[in-house]
């Protein structure tokens, strides 16, 4: 059996899915935290989970029933590999936290395997397969934390079928504050509450946001981004999923932040901000969910060019 005989480990970065304007197409990485996975090639064909360690939930070891199996799975279909993928998931981030977790985890599947093939493969054929397991989680086929988990940075992905990536820039000392309130909350649900149409008006002013804010990114026009950083499609069905969301975003917004709303499914919310602002804004955040007897983790995140990678066990 030819290829690295040592198993190889890849971390992949937790993620801010939608980024509040971008629904399923826009994300960025949140470098503070993330997931790991060790793969190492077996004899026999087929894709084993050896162990989950991290998560105070019991999560599923059958590769189909799972994120990181899964993306593998369809890896070993498409290649046709001729030995079999041996995993251990060491999970970073909060379950059901809105932050990317079932993301990152096949992000990081696919790209330690890929160390481990003969010929190892470009990031967009990795992108595709972990696709195949984020739809284990959330029961379908979205981008928005696969891509920049994979690819690193703010990441815009256009298309399905056949999803084409850009790495947006992001203006210098912009910070991005999460605080992650003590529940759980299922992408499923949150998927299923959302509105299966929504009002022309709607529409064009979300789409009139998307736009203004990715100019304001390229121009480094914070006047623009602050402007154009509101959600009004996605955030107002799934801020009542959340306890207290109306009162956090004020806080934020009083002190000084460019926008906040949900981190994907939520419960997280972030805001972006300017350096300077950040330690304010997550103390007001933080004090707004204690107010709705909500404990939180929070931290303070720069929105790192770097994706996925291998890295020491």
């Known amino acids: 059996m030819s290829g690295p005989a040592q198993p190889v480990t890849a971390f992949a970065p937790a993620t801010v899915g939608n980024v509040g304007i971008g629904f ?9 935290v993330g997931d790991k996975v060790t793969a190492r090639r077996t ?9 989950i360690t991290g998560s105070p939930a019991a999560l599923p070891l059958e590769p189909e029933k799972n994120t990181a199996g899964m993306a593998l799975v369809s890896m070993s279909r498409a290649l046709s590999l001729p030995f079999g993928i041996e995993i251990e998931i060491q999970k970073g981030i909060p379950l059901g936290s809105g932050l990317g977790g079932s993301a990152a985890s096949a992000v990081a599947a696919v790209v330690a395997a890929n160390a481990l093939l003969d010929e190892p493969l470009d990031k967009l054929s990795l992108l595709k397969f972990a696709m195949q397991g984020e739809a284990v989680a959330s029961g379908s086929v979205h981008v928005d934390n696969i891509a920049p988990s994979l690819f690193g940075g703010l990441v815009l992905t256009v298309g399905i079928d056949h999803p084409r990536t850009k790495q947006i820039p992001v203006p210098p000392g912009i910070r991005c504050v999460l605080v992650h309130p003590h529940m759980f909350l299922s992408t499923r649900e949150a998927r299923r509450i959302l509105k299966k ?10 789409t009139a946001n998307l736009a203004g804010f990715l100019s304001g990114c390229y121009s480094n026009d914070l006047d623009m981004i602050r402007d154009a950083f509101e959600d009004v499609i996605i955030e107002p069905q799934r801020s ?20 906040c709303s949900i981190s994907g499914a939520g419960p997280t919310v972030f805001a972006w901000c300017e350096e300077a602002y950040a330690q ?20 303070i995140s720069a929105i790192d060019e770097q994706g996925a990678r291998i890295v020491d066990a």
């Open 24 to 32: 399923d197409i826009l994300g960025h990485t949140v470098s503070a």
């Open 43 to 51: 004899e026999s064909p087929g894709v084993r989970i050896a162990s």
């Open 197 to 206: 149409s929504i009002d022309l008006s709607d529409l064009v002013w979300q």
């Open 240 to 259: 009542q999923l959340i306890p207290g969301f109306k009162a956090v975003k004020q806080a934020a917004m009083v002190n000084r932040a460019l926008g």
């Open 280 to 299: 304010g804004i997550r103390a007001a955040m933080v004090e707004a969910f204690s107010d709705h007897n909500l404990a939180c983790d929070h931290w």
